[in-house]
């Protein structure tokens, strides 16, 4: 029981750039989300899903695209990255009353 | 969600118990007290969540005033893995999003 898997660990991109943040977990978990970490600061949402087919936008969803295409999997899109998107993000799941966190992607845009 | 107030920071000796502060003056009748933490650089983890009766786990114990607008974290017996930062955060029990602010940073020290 693996919980919930981030790839990669650490990414640079160029300006302009597009990549694909992986989430899974193996919990069977409906609910899944995305937040960025921005330094000496919380976290906020990004997207959620409350079940595969299912998306929804979170307090910060510009300059993402995410799909749920399955229970386990929740890829999160940057499809022009700028420097503003340099943060740390953490997937997370959850079912019933607690959620369950990977151990984050951070990423750097230069 | 009802917002949360928590100080920036405390310290805590080695051995000794922490209390940490949360004020949640506009929680409604409905809404939980949820803690996490986030250990430096990963993912938050659950500790503790509460309605109005105090509530103890293996990790933490959860005291919240009978008013219910402010509650305290405990952790009996500190040590330097605790240091983190620990969020309070207002949500229905089975409410889909954590809300997070800045959390209050707790240092352990020898």
């Known amino acids: 029981n693996a919980g919930v898997t981030q790839t990669p660990k650490f990414r640079i991109l160029k300006i302009g750039q597009s990549m694909t943040l992986q989430c899974t977990q193996d919990?069977?978990?409906?609910?899944m989300y995305w937040y960025r970490q921005d330094p000496g600061m919380g976290l906020k949402l990004i997207y959620y899903s409350v079940g595969a087919g299912i998306t929804d936008k979170g307090e910060v969803p510009n300059g993402y695209n995410v799909s749920r295409s399955t229970t386990e999997d929740f890829p999160l899109r940057l499809e022009l990255a700028a420097p503003s998107q340099t943060s740390v993000y953490f997937c997370?799941?959850?079912?019933?009353?607690?959620?369950?966190f990977g151990s984050g992607t951070r990423l750097t845009v230069v | 969600d009802a917002k949360t107030t928590q100080p920036p920071s405390m310290d805590c000796a080695e051995g000794r118990a922490a209390n940490l502060p949360c004020n949640h003056s506009t929680i409604s009748g409905n809404e939980y007290v949820y803690w996490y933490r986030q250990i430096h650089s990963q993912g938050p983890q659950y500790i503790i969540h509460g309605l109005k009766n105090n509530e103890t786990n293996e990790m933490a114990s959860l005291i919240i005033t009978e008013d219910r607008k402010s509650s305290t974290l405990i952790l009996p017996h500190a040590t330097l893995r605790d240091t983190a930062v620990y969020y309070c955060?207002?949500?229905?029990?089975?409410?889909?999003?954590?809300?997070f602010g800045a959390g209050t940073i707790l240092r352990v020290k020898s």
């Open positions: 997370a799941s959850k079912r019933s009353l607690v959620h369950t």
């Open positions: 955060i207002v949500m229905m029990e089975y409410g889909n999003k954590l809300v």
């Open positions: 919990m069977n978990h409906n609910y």
